[in-house]
């Protein structure tokens, strides 16, 4: 069973438009949001994460927002880049350190 | 470069086969992760081990087990291979046992089971 679900599975988008992946998960005893960023042939490196006692985090052209009510959160990238395309992964920590990602999402930024 | 090693890059083995990965962590980093990442099942969790103890263990089958050595580096070992196994193995490090912040993935190891 998939703790956490993500979607779309692919997503393309024009250079400067706006690139939004979901999130959704059951477990209310998450306690940790982060995002991956995975580049081909590389390991997935931290892009930027949220407390569920936060509903907005914002870092350069990167937003999470997350809804405790809705057991929801998204990742928004702003602007986006060719340099941007690459899989990003939503994942959620539980109070045993455990960590559950979603299958991905295959960002492509068309020039 | 995350400063996170792993070796092999690359392993190609047999069914019924036993093969052992390396990871070197973050120097200072006391915490090691292990993920597989198959195609179908995405990244999956497997164990953590902090400062040469088990600290949390997810979808990690009973052939695959771990070690934490005192040099901090970590092996995870699969036997009895099997098919399915074929996958990319990642390693990761973050500073403390409970990572509020960065875990830090190394470049990991693909393994092929003909």
């Known amino acids: 069973q998939q703790q956490v679900k993500q979607s779309p599975q692919s997503l393309i988008v024009q250079k400067g438009g706006i690139s939004i992946i979901n999130c959704a998960y059951e477990?209310?005893?998450?306690?940790?949001f982060p995002w991956y960023q995975q580049f081909p042939g590389k390991g997935p490196a931290l892009l930027i994460a949220?407390?569920?006692?936060?509903s907005e985090k914002k870092e350069g052209r990167f937003t999470i927002s997350f809804n405790k009510s809705a057991k929801q959160f998204s990742l928004h990238i702003m602007d986006s880049q060719p340099g941007d395309s690459a899989t990003y992964f939503c994942?959620?920590?539980?109070?045993?350190?455990?960590?559950?990602f979603g299958t991905g999402t295959s960002l492509t930024v068309i020039p | 470069d995350s400063g996170v090693t792993q070796t092999p890059k690359h392993l190609i083995t047999a069914t019924g086969q036993r093969v052992t990965l390396r990871c070197s962590p973050r120097?200072?980093?006391?915490?090691v992760y292990w993920y597989q990442q198959s195609l179908d099942q995405g990244l999956q969790f497997l164990i953590q081990?902090?400062?040469?103890?088990?600290?949390a263990k997810g979808n990690i089958l009973e052939r695959f087990s771990a070690q934490q050595f005192p040099d901090l580096h970590s092996e995870l070992n699969l036997s009895s291979l099997e098919l399915g196994d074929s996958a990319l193995y990642f390693c990761?490090?973050?500073?403390?046992?409970?990572?509020?912040?960065?875990?830090?993935f190394g470049p990991g190891t693909r393994l092929t089971v003909l």
């Open positions: 990761a490090s973050s500073p403390r046992q409970q990572s509020y912040n960065e875990q830090f």
């Open positions: 477990n209310t005893a998450f306690d940790y």
């Open positions: 949220i407390r569920p006692d936060v």
């Open positions: 994942a959620a920590r539980d109070t045993g350190n455990q960590f559950y």
């Open positions: 120097s200072g980093d006391l915490s």
């Open positions: 081990y902090y400062n040469g103890e088990e600290r």
